[in-house]
Structure formats: C-alpha cells, structure tokens
C-alpha cells in the first residue's frame, strides 16, 4: 500500500514566525521519494522541496526544511520567518520508484499567514 | 519551461453526458496522472501512465477510465457523467527518472467540472 496522511487540515500563524506541516506516509517500498508541493490561490502546483528516502540529511530549500524520519514514516515540513506570500494548501507526496511510478498525496494543509 | 495544458478550466456538463477532459504536456515526460481534488480530501490519483497506451489504476478509478496514444496527450474519460464527479481534475506528468532530483511533476492549471 502507499499512502500519504496530512493530520492538520488548517493552520495559521503571524508573518514572521516558524511553522511546521505534519505528514506520515506508508509504503512497503525501500527506495521511494518526498515531495512537499504548495498550491496557491492561482491553482498552481508547485514544488517546494523534494527528499531521497536512503539520503539521512535533512533537506533545505532557503526558509524550507524537512524533518524526515523514515523509521517512523515522518515526513514534517518547517517554514522559517513565514512571508504572506506563503499563504497555500501544503501538499505532501510519495513516489515509489521502482516499477510504475505512482505519486500519491496527502489531504493537504490550508496553511495562512497573518500580518 | 515545461508546460502542462488542460483544455478547459471550467466546464458544465450534464447527467449522463460523456466527457472528455484533455491534457497535453511539451516535455517528452513518460509519466502523466490524472487526479481530482475535493476539499478535506486533498489529491486522489484517478489513473496513471508511465507510456504510450500504458495506463494503471489509481485509487479512485471507478466511473473513469484513461486514453494515451501518444506520448504528450493523456485524457480522462467519464463515461456517463454523474454529480458526484463534480470536482476540480488535475492532470500532471514527470519523467520517468531514477533522481529525486529529475521527477518533480508538473501540473496543469485544473479543470473545474460541474455536473447538473
């Protein structure tokens, strides 16, 4: 099975301030990839950072960052000195690599920042 | 850029109807999906193809079914249309890569489908 589980269906924070989107997946698969995209008012999808399940460091993309646990199937995103600009459903999303490569996403996070 | 097209962003269709939602993409991409979205239930993969007249079920594949015969083109077919398939449908597609860093999909601006 492959699935992806967004716990957090809304959050809100002040401009400026950390926040952290949840995610647990589950796959019977070892070699697979994370994904976080963001989708805003416009509709259109867009990555935002991107991991390797066998790579143990942390990715960062500027104020994005991963807090992956793969034993745990945790897949957590942190956005640092949150902008207005940053205002979007959250997506997080697994491919399975081998074989026909199926990506699956989670029920998002209606994510906004407050002046 | 690479550009992922969908041939409507509104459409209003009817009980019964059949419709047919296109999706083009411009990068020789193996790997295109199609996906509705409802609120509180995030993306649910419909069907997907990783080539040409190859196509897998998703999740939610029932009153849907898919056409690829070329590579740039994936349709999404609903047979007979009924309300609940009123929806937003996305279309996306990626290479088929062997690199996290090379199968990021792209997607399509969505088509919002309401059924009457």
């Known amino acids: 099975a492959q699935t992806v589980t967004q716990s957090q269906p809304e959050m809100s924070v002040q401009e400026a301030e950390t926040v952290t989107l949840s995610c647990t997946y589950d796959t019977s698969e070892n070699n697979y990839y994370l994904f976080w995209y963001k989708q805003p008012p416009s509709r259109q999808m867009i990555l935002v950072i991107r991991q390797e399940a066998y790579k143990q460091q942390n990715a960062t993309e500027n104020r994005f960052s991963v807090n992956f646990q793969k034993a745990a199937k945790s897949f957590s995103l942190k956005i640092s000195d949150s902008q207005l600009g940053d205002t979007a459903m959250y997506f997080c999303?697994?491919?399975?690599?081998?074989?026909?490569?199926?990506?699956?996403f989670g029920q998002g996070t209606r994510l906004t920042i407050n002046p | 850029d690479v550009k992922v097209t969908q041939s409507s962003r509104y459409l209003v269709k009817r009980t019964g109807e059949k419709v047919f939602l296109e999706c083009v993409q411009d990068m020789d991409h193996e790997n295109m999906f199609w996906y509705r979205q409802d609120p509180g239930l995030g993306l649910r993969l419909i069907y997907f193809s990783y080539d040409v007249k190859m196509k897998e079920k998703g999740d939610i594949p029932e009153g849907y079914s898919v056409s690829r015969e070329k590579k740039e083109r994936f349709s999404l077919i609903l047979e007979s249309a009924s309300t609940n398939q009123t929806s937003m449908y996305l279309c996306?597609?990626?290479?088929?890569?062997?690199?996290?860093?090379?199968?990021?999909?792209?997607f399509g601006q969505g088509t919002r489908l309401t059924v009457v």
């Open positions: 996306a597609s990626s290479l088929r890569g062997t690199s996290v860093m090379n199968t990021e999909a792209f």
């Open positions: 999303a697994s491919l399975h690599v081998q074989g026909a490569q199926k990506l699956v």
